[in-house]
């Protein structure tokens, strides 16, 4: 790591000395270079008994290769997918969405889903947990559902479904589940180790997600029957820890909350997408296209967020000229043009952002 970067460093370590952080890796590009590339803390439960423990502490580190369930800082990595066939001309922004997925009742373009303006932040028909292997049923409900809104007039998260939706039309027009195309056409050429739809030796990978404090998920479905918890609640168990660390949510494809990635392989994507959609010299992205994905589409309420938001074709923007996207739970990646890094950080303690908040102040501090 560059002595420069040494104050990100400490701060990451603080976070794990503390014990505000248990699990996590870190990794940041800065001028087209990896300059900090971190991990710390363990994958799962913390290990116990005199006879195992150096044997089980070992196997237990967080490793550069381990996997974790990043939640929302997948959607930018499923509207890629989309836009990739947008770069290639197999799909338009601005036609509907019932010219590639006929059985689609709303009334809303392709861009409009890209930028969480279609209408459809929550599964109109409420599902068991196990529903999230069922894709066919919850594409079905979501093409026969009524829009919450005129689709283009405002915007609110499609927090669970807008995987769903990215992930359908992809599959409508080149044929390939989304995570099979994400590791076939992204996650391939680039080098990017992340994707939907675990194997079972990469699930053997993963890190178990866990609570800071037990009353978490309670607070980030906020008031029951509220636009929000009805976007986030259904299907059930997305913010349940024996659903989230269970093998069916890890081999099922819920694109908008069940990316599982490093962080090294987030930073990549992000410095890949920087410097115009070529990375180590191989483009899977017009320079024209980046340009376009990561304008800003909608700048106005978000009826989920509850706040103001600036969507692009996938993520958010923000007021300092960075765009990505952050997990509910703490993880988080993006690419701020303006100071030249990319930033991914990828965690299993279930918390606030602000982890993600010092430790970019410590990185501010050395640019």
């Known amino acids: 790591m560059h002595a420069r970067f040494a104050p990100v460093r400490e701060c990451f370590h603080d976070l794990l000395a503390t014990g505000r952080e248990t699990g996590a890796g870190l990794t940041i590009w800065y001028d087209g270079q990896p300059v900090v590339d971190l991990t710390g803390g363990h994958r799962a439960g ?203 949510w890890r081999s099922a494809e819920v694109p908008a909350v069940n990316l599982h990635a490093t962080a090294s392989g987030l930073a990549r994507l992000y410095a890949g997408l920087l410097a115009g959609g070529t990375l180590d010299g191989v483009r899977l992205f017009s320079p024209e296209l980046v340009t376009e994905a990561t304008r800003v589409q909608y700048d106005g309420p978000d009826l989920v967020l509850d706040r103001r938001a600036y969507w692009t074709l996938g993520m958010q923007w923000e007021p300092d000229g960075s765009w990505g996207m952050g997990g509910i739970g703490g993880s988080s990646a993006w690419a701020d043009p303006e100071r030249g890094y990319t930033f991914a950080y990828a965690t299993s303690r279930l918390a606030e952002h602000d982890r993600v908040e010092e430790l970019v102040e410590a990185l501010h501090s050395c640019l």
């Open 46 to 248: 913390v290990p116990s008994g005199p006879a195992t423990a150096g044997h089980a502490a070992a196997d237990n580190r967080w490793r550069p290769d381990t996997l974790v369930n990043v939640y929302s800082v997948g959607k930018p990595v499923a509207a890629l997918c989309l836009l990739m066939l947008v770069d290639r001309g197999r799909v338009e922004l601005d036609r509907p969405v019932s010219a590639y997925w006929p059985e689609f009742r709303t009334p809303a373009i392709v861009r409009q889903v890209l930028s969480h303006t279609a209408g459809l932040p929550a599964f109109p028909v409420p599902r068991p947990a196990g529903a999230v292997a069922d894709w066919s049923l919850l594409c079905a409900d979501l093409a026969a559902a009524e829009p919450e809104w005129t689709p283009g007039t405002v915007a609110g998260e499609h927090a669970w479904t807008y995987g769903h939706l990215v992930g359908e039309l992809v599959r409508r027009v080149d044929g390939r589940s989304l995570g099979r195309f994400l590791a076939e056409e992204i996650a391939g050429p680039w080098r990017l180790d992340l994707g939907f739809g675990l194997s079972p030796a990469d699930q053997r990978r993963c890190a178990d997600l866990s609570y800071a404090d037990p009353g978490w998920p309670t607070r980030m479905l906020g008031e029951p029957g509220s636009l929000r918890a009805r976007a986030i609640g259904n299907p059930a168990g997305g913010l349940d820890l024996a659903v989230v660390n269970h093998p069916l």
